[in-house]
Every structure is written in C-alpha cells, then in structure tokens.
C-alpha cells in the first residue's frame, strides 16, 4: 500500500456505515494488523468521550450530539449501534490500549457551514459513507443528484435490490476466507472504480472532509510511523485519501472555513432512529435484523425463528415448535432456490408470512416492527457531559421511576397520590419547555379531573429539545417557571394567557402563576372582542378544577373568571347580531363554550372579597352567575337580529336547562317554522336547536310534537327555497347516530304525532307509546341493582320503589 503521498501507506478500512459484516471485517482486520493507533470518521471534539465507550454503563446504540453553544437547536447525530464498525473499532482499540481518534472535518464547521447540516443523519456529517444517501430535500439543494454507490454497484450485479446485493456479497460472505484484508481491498477497487465516473456523487463537500481526514492521517503517521495507522471510514472516502495530494491543497480548501463554538456527548439512540423510514440519511432498513446476524455466533436463520415465535406467542397467537421448524426449511428451501448463500431477510420474511402468520400481512406487520426494525434504546453513563437540566431530569425520572422508553406505553395517574401527582406535574413542566415526552391522552373508564392519561415514548431528539431548554434554568421547575414568566409577557392573545394559566395550574409552577394572572388580568381588561373573551373563560374554569383536586390555591383566578364571565353577558348579545354563516357558526361554539364554562364556574366555590373564604359552592354570586347566563339566552332566543343557528342554540340550552318547558320551546319552535319566516333562517335556528353533536336526534325521537312541527315545516318549503335548506339539513341529521336516524325515519313515515295528539304503539315501532311498559322496565332492575347497590347500602343503595318509572 502507499500513502497519500507515496510512502508506506496506512490501512485504509473502507466500511459500510451500519453494516454488521463491515463490523466483522473491520474486527478481524485490526485484530490481524495490530496497529499503533486507530483512526475512526467523527468528529474530533468527541476525542475526550472515546474512554466512556467501555463504560460498563453504556450500551449502544448510542449516538454523539454535537450542539451550538449558543444556538442548541442547530445540532448533529452520528449514531453508533452494537454493529457499527466505527464501535467496534472503538472498543478494540480500548479494548488493546490503543488511541482511537476522530478524523473527520470538526463539528465546529459543519455546523456553522449552513442551516441545512441541521438534524441528525445528514449527507454531511452522518450520512457520506459506503452506501452514501439518496438526494435529500432537508440535506441537498433539489437539484443536486446524489450517487448511492450500493445501487449502482448491485444493478451492475445484476441485482434490483442493494440491500439484497449486500447480503449476498457482504453479509453471507465471512470475512475473507483467512485473508482479512480481502473485503476491503476489493470494496476499495469498487468505490475507486465509481468514483472515477461519478466524482464527489453529489457530494459537493466532500473534498473538504477528505482534506481535513488526509491532514489528520499524516499527522498519525509521523506520530506513530507510516505502518502503523489504521483508518476505519465510509468506504466512498478511501480513493480520496488514497489519492496524492499535497499537503498545501488540502489547507487551502480549508481556509477560512466558518466556525461556531460547540459542545459535544454521548445520548442514547434508538434501532427505530436508525432505520431509513426514520428521515435519517445514513439509515438502514432492518436495524434489528443487522442487530440479530452480528449477534449471533451461529444458526442466525434457526435464532431469528425462535424469536419471532416468541414474540407471537407474547401477542396470544397459536405457535408451536413444529412452526419454527418448518419456518427455517422453508427459509432455506427459498435461498437455495434464489441461489442465495444463506437465507436472508426476504426469505424469512417470507416463510414467517406463509408459515406463521398463515398468509396475512398483520402479524406480520409486528413482526417488522418489532424485530426488524425493533425498539432497542441505548444507554449513556452518568459520567457523560450533560447540561444541568438533564442531569435534574434523569434524577426526576430515577426518583419516579419513570424510566425512558423507545417503545410507546401508556400510563395512568391518579392524582390522588403523591408520586403520581408528581408525575404528573414533572410531564406537564416538560411539555412547557417543548420537551415532548408524553402527550396526554383521554381517560378510560372516568372523567374525573384526579385522573390522567399519558402515552410516553422517548425519542433520542428530545436530548436536543432538553439542551434547548437548558437556557431557562437549571432544573425543570426553574426552567418551566422561567419559560411561563416569559410566554406570559409575549402571549399574542388572551386565549394564549389563558390556556398558559392552566398549563402552570396543571405543571403547579406557583412561582410563575403571578405573572400569568398579572398578565391575564391585564389582556382581559384590554381586549373587546366578545370572541376572544369567550374563548378564553372554558380554560381559565377548567383550571379551576384543577386546582381543586391539585390542592392550588386559584383565589385570583376565580376573580378573574367571574369577572370575564360577566363581561361575556353584557358583550354576547349584540356580538351576535348581523352574523354570516361563518361567523354565526363560531358564535355559536362560543355559546356551547361559555355555557359549560358558567356551569362549572357554578360549582365553583368564589371566595369572600373580604375575608378570602370560599362560599359554598353553587351558592350566593356564583347563582346570581348562572342566572344571569339564563337571561343572556332568553334575550338571545327571542331577538330577530340575532343569527339563527344562535337563537336555536338558546332555546336548547335553556330547555336543557330546565328553563324553559316543553311546550314553550314548541311555541318558539312553531313560531320560527311559520310562513313567514325564510327557509335558510328556519333551517339554521333546527341546526342551532337540534345540531351540533347536542343529543338534538334523542330530543326529536322522544317529543313527537316537535318532530311533527320539523315535519310539517319542511313539507311547506317552496320547490325553489329547498335546495339552499338541503345542505343545512343534511349537516344536521347526518350528524345523529344511525340508530336514531333510523328511529326518525320509521317516525315520519308512518307520521309523527302533531302537538298535543296521543301515538299508540300498535301504529309505530316497538318502544314507543303513551303508557309505561312495566314488563319492559322491570328487565333492567337486576342490572341497575347490580349497579347501584342494594336498598340496605345507605344513601347510595336502590330498591324497586326508586326505580319506578325507568322506562319513561
């Protein structure tokens, strides 16, 4: 071999990235070299952290992030799994005493170079490598066409798939037949051979990197002699630092290059970050498969076999040893037949699908994802630099136990106990701070405000969004307060102050809520708009029941709701005049909303202005609240000016309500469905009465007279007027449920009851008649005593006598 410049050369280990075989080859080669020093493609600032990768507290796959001091956003990956040759290169030559350095261009250029490098597995730092990515959007100009030197190498082998090519060539080959140099002196010869037709690929800075990995090379062979240099890199780069180039050519593409001060450690990493399907250039597409075949010593086709059984027998699937057995020779049956030298992923792909899966694509599905790709998340040691607010974070989540996950679970709170209250409050400052860990999900089984429901799943990007972070504090409160204190002061709207109000209640960062509230008090008394108001009070009432099951004191908030809500009375009913459709559909979820609001603030204790105590609750101002409310929807039901999708809603609330009877609500419906009222309005006041997901479908089903007045209404619209109503109509009833759709459609056809009128059940459908059905009713007594307990339980327990009456 020769050097760069003629002499004694050093060993150049061209590797495929990721690639298990590359990673036997390269162990078997240093082991038959012994060299002086080992060189690896990496960053050089990570030189310091090459000692932490035979801590016994680290297990890959992990990656080193490089971040910008000063901007922690703009950052890089270079991931390393178990089979990675850079790894194995590393924990060789920790492994014999040998230095182990990084060579390639600093991180302290690539990521000052362009916002594009930003990410993990770019073509830059990450990617260029022996199967050098495809051209990437994120990474290159669209115009720019990289060369991917695995697919032009596997179509000249008559292959259509690279990844089966590498297999076939590499993977299934040993590692050189007692030559360990062998793979590389050929991969070498091919890469040269490409590199002639195809230059740099697309790679337009790679004469850069290779400039700087060529300068680093030198430096090693003065050091340690020209033999004894090894070089594990990407094998695109062995022709380029294989070539003759002068030192001074290679500093001056070099110069002036710019610089950004970084820092740089080790985080873990998952299987799932480094498959393709992830976004990451470098990526393979079966990291828990090349996991598998550099695992195993032997057998591997026999050992994937036992593990996809067992990972189907976890998901309660029927198979037996007679399965895997059959698996494996079918697997077999189809290399040989493709005249593969071992089966590989696509054989046994496809023997798990016939054999164990019995034809179908689902389980098969898990399979991939679960084994192929796999969920593997690496470890890092404590020792490992980290900014302060990780290391309080990995002490939060050890003293919870709240371990960090790559596969997605679920977990329930009960806020009712300290440590899941803690919980709790650690995941609600993280999403503060845009750490994204979990994202909260709908209970199962309660509404109630003591419980929650997480899905947690930890990706290897939050170590970023963490750095990011950083700048606020030092520990998560003191950074989630910081954060709080300073959206709240650049919070472009009300509503944005008010959902960060619950944010802090929900993350109980009682140091911040001050400002939030000094904030809130301050956007509310300047903001008009009857809208923004109106969307700000459901959150600020939902805090407040928050605080009653968190133990927070909301006295202020409380003040602040009431008084918003009162500004919402007086502002909503002129808001709601001369509306267009558009803007009358917003008002009336504006209703929906403050109506809801206004009924929890009611079972809301308001304190004393005086004394601070709470007043019972529903009881005193909190009553005069709701019937205030009441008195805006009367005023909003009866005005003409009004929208009518909004006067419909009124006249619903207030029926639900209790304040307004049956046969009111007919009077207001019958006046509304007259003659004199155009169709688009009458249809808009039926969608504002009975639409909008309100159980309107239910109300219809169960008050004939007022199906009769819809009926009968909708038999006197004009020919003309009714293709403008359809659209309107058709948004309404398609929202119900099909039973009661159904349940309507047997009503009108054998034609509802007009008002006031008797339906006998022996002219309609079973279910409906004027009297009770006892025999009916009394069926679902032993189901509801099960329920409620029985009538010697005390308060809570039922006999009969409570019951009657059910079935009405």
């Not at 998952?270 to 057998?299: E, K, N, Q, V």
């Not at 079918?330 to 164990?356: C, H, I, K, N, S």
Request: with cysteine; charged share 25%; proline share 6%.
């Amino acid at each position: 071999m020769t050097d760069v410049e003629g002499g004694a050369g050093p060993l150049l280990l061209g590797v495929r990235h990721h690639g298990p075989g590359s990673a036997r080859a390269v162990r078997a080669a240093l082991a038959a070299a012994r060299p002086a020093v080992v060189l690896i493609e990496g960053p050089p600032e990570a030189d310091a952290l090459i000692p932490l990768a035979a801590d016994e507290d680290m297990r890959p796959p992990v990656a080193l992030l490089a971040h910008a001091v000063d901007e922690p956003g703009r950052s890089a990956f270079w991931p390393l799994a178990e089979f990675s040759p850079e790894w194995v290169a590393i924990r060789w030559a920790l492994e014999h005493g040998v230095p182990a350095r990084f060579i390639d261009l600093p991180a302290t250029h690539t990521l000052a170079w362009e916002k594009e490098d930003e990410g993990e597995g770019e073509g830059e730092e990450g990617g260029s490598e022996g199967r050098a990515p495809e051209a990437d959007p994120d990474v290159a100009p669209a115009a720019e066409v990289r060369v991917d030197p695995l697919a032009v190498l596997a179509r000249t082998g008559g292959y259509d798939d690279p990844e089966r090519w590498w297999e076939d060539v590499v993977e299934h080959r040993g590692t050189g037949e007692g030559d360990a140099f062998a793979p590389f002196e050929v991969l070498e010869e091919a890469m040269g051979a490409l590199r002639e037709v195809y230059g740099t690929g697309g790679h337009d800075r790679d004469p850069v990197r290779e400039a700087y990995m060529r300068l680093q090379v030198r430096a090693a062979q003065r050091e340690f002699g020209d033999a004894a240099v090894a070089v594990v890199c990407g094998a695109w780069h062995v022709p380029a630092l294989r070539q003759r180039v002068g030192v001074g050519a290679d500093r001056a593409l070099l110069k002036g290059l710019p610089k950004v001060k970084v820092d740089v450690t080790w985080v873990p990493w998952t299987h799932r970050r480094l498959a393709r399907a992830s976004g990451y250039g470098a990526g393979i597409d079966s990291p828990g498969w090349y996991g598998h075949l550099f695992g195993a010593r032997d057998r591997p086709v026999e050992r994937w076999m036992t593990k996809v059984a067992g990972l189907l027998r976890d998901e309660d699937r029927m198979v037996s040893s007679a399965h895997v057995i059959e698996a494996v020779r079918l697997a077999e049956t189809l290399g040989a037949m493709r005249g593969r030298p071992l089966p590989g992923l696509t054989e046994t792909t496809d023997a798990v699908r016939a054999v164990m899966c019995e034809g179908s694509d689902v389980p098969l599905a898990l399979v991939h994802d679960r084994l192929v790709v796999g969920d593997v998340l690496g470890e890092v040691p404590e020792s490992a630099p980290a900014v302060p607010l990780q290391r309080d974070l990995t002490r939060l989540q050890r003293r919870l136990r709240l371990k960090p996950e790559a596969l997605e679970r679920e977990l329930e709170l009960d806020l009712r106990k300290d440590t899941d209250a803690e919980r709790s409050r650690l995941l609600h400052r993280l999403r503060l701070l845009g750490v994204g860990w979990g994202e909260q999900a709908a209970s199962r089984g309660s509404t109630g405000t003591f419980r929650e429901t997480w899905r947690l799943r930890w990706e290897p990007e939050l170590a970023v969004r963490i750095a990011e972070a950083g700048v606020w504090g030092t520990t998560v409160f003191s950074a989630a307060t910081a954060r709080a204190e300073a959206d709240a002061v650049g919070a472009g709207s009300l509503a944005d102050v008010t959902a960060l109000a619950e944010r802090c209640l929900l993350a109980e960062l009682s140091d911040a809520l001050p400002v939030v509230m000094r904030a809130l008090a301050d956007r509310a008394a300047l903001d008009a708009d009857v809208g923004h108001l109106a969307q700000a009070l459901p959150a600020l009432v939902r805090s407040l029941r928050y605080g009653d099951v968190r133990g927070t004191d909301t006295r202020a908030l409380t003040e602040v709701a009431a008084g918003l809500a009162e500004r919402v009375f007086v502002g909503l009913p002129p808001a709601c005049a001369a509306l267009d459709t558009e803007a009358a559909e917003e008002m009336r979820r504006h209703v929906d909303a403050v109506h809801g609001a206004v009924g929890l603030l009611g079972e809301t204790a308001r304190p004393d202005p005086v004394s601070g105590t709470p007043a019972a609750p529903a009881s005193g101002r909190h009553s005069e609240l709701r019937r205030r409310w009441h008195s805006v929807l009367r005023v909003l039901s009866g005005r003409d000016s009004v929208a009518g999708v909004v006067r419909g809603r009124a006249v619903r609330l207030l029926l639900d309500d209790g304040e307004l009877a049956q046969d009111e609500a007919a009077v207001l419906m019958g006046l509304v469905l007259s003659p004199g009222t155009a169709p688009g309005d009458a249809a808009a006041w039926i969608e504002g009465f009975v639409g909008g997901g309100s159980g309107g479908g239910m109300l219809l089903v169960h008050d004939e007279g007022l199906l009769g007045l819809v009926d009968d209404w909708l038999t006197r619209v004009p020919a003309e007027a009714f293709t403008d109503v359809l659209p309107l109509l058709r948004r309404t009833f398609s929202a119900y449920e099909p039973g009661v759709r159904r349940t309507l459609g047997e009503l009108v056809r054998r034609g509802p009851g007009k008002p006031g009128s008797a339906v006998t059940g022996a002219a309609g459908m079973p279910g409906f008649a004027p009297d009770l059905d006892v025999r009916r009713a009394d069926a679902v007594l032993p189901v509801l005593r099960l329920l409620l307990g029985p009538a010697d339980a005390g308060a809570g327990g039922v006999d009969d006598n409570n019951l009657v009456g059910v079935g009405t």
